[in-house]
């Protein structure tokens, strides 16, 4: 079995910094690709970046030279590190990764944390 956990959300006015955090455990054999999505309320959910098991970043137009992700693959940890906040960055900010579990080597599977709230607020 595999859990995804974020952390690190929160309230935090325009302009302001807050870094995410999302840790995989359980019986991993290999971790793939790894991505942060949000969901803003009302909307449908968006991709904020994503990142290879070799470090490769990817992240769109939206969020690009604001937000930086990065992993640690010894800790099965992935982060994101958000600076210069709007309140359209407003969303529940899941993580989700590609992995291949000990039971199934040869299988990929993606799974999906349970999210965690952050507010652009003054």
């Known amino acids: 079995q595999v859990q995804l956990v974020e952390s690190g959300g929160g309230l935090v006015q325009p302009g302001g910094s807050l870094g995410l955090s999302c840790a995989a455990s359980?019986?991993?054999?290999?971790?793939?690709?790894m991505g942060w999505y949000r969901q803003a309320p009302g909307k449908q959910r968006e991709l904020v970046a994503t990142i290879t098991s070799d470090g490769v970043a990817n992240d769109p137009d939206s969020v690009k030279g604001r937000f930086t992700i990065s992993r640690v693959n010894t800790k099965n940890t992935m982060y994101l590190q958000m600076n210069s906040l709007k309140p359209g960055d407003t969303g529940i900010y899941c993580c989700s990764a590609r992995i291949c579990t000990v039971k199934d080597v040869v299988v990929t599977s993606q799974y999906w944390g349970q999210g965690t709230r952050v507010t652009v607020s003054s």
């Open positions: 359980g019986s991993i054999f290999k971790i793939r690709d």
